[in-house]
């Protein structure tokens, strides 16, 4: 078992940036591939960025386009998703997610979830 704990969220105004966290606790000596999802307002939860156990490979959903960047510290047993460029569009509950069967597996259907984050853009 693994717990994760999101952190960072909040309001920005359209055009900003921010950085939410998550932070692993619990068996962490697995090699988790982690990841984020997202769920906004009256829509269904979707597929934000994922990154594997070394920091080697990284995915991101289609809406990304380059103003996302996903990144991880083993050491600290923690992985951030930087985000610029926010759009309103962007407001959403913002999960992370991890999965010892790798990549494929947590951008698809993660075994472990944290709580989520809120994250505002104002337009």
């Known amino acids: 078992q693994v717990q994760l704990v999101e952190s960072g969220g909040g309001l920005v105004q359209a055009g900003g940036s921010l950085r939410i966290s998550c932070a692993a606790s619990?068996?962490?000596?697995?090699?988790?591939?982690m990841g984020w999802f997202r769920q906004g307002p009256g829509k269904e939860r979707e597929f934000v960025a994922a990154?594997?156990?070394?920091?080697?490979?990284?995915n991101y959903g289609e809406f990304v386009k380059g103003r996302f960047t996903i990144s991880r510290d083993n050491a600290k047993n923690t992985v951030t998703l930087q985000m610029n460029s926010l759009k309103p569009e962007d407001t959403a509950v913002y999960y992370c997610a991890a999965d010892p069967r790798g990549i494929v597996a947590v951008t698809r259907s993660p075994d472990y979830w944290g709580q989520g984050t809120q994250v505002t853009v104002s337009s």
């Open positions: 990154i594997n156990w070394s920091g080697g490979s990284t």
């Open positions: 619990g068996r962490t000596s697995n090699k988790y591939a």
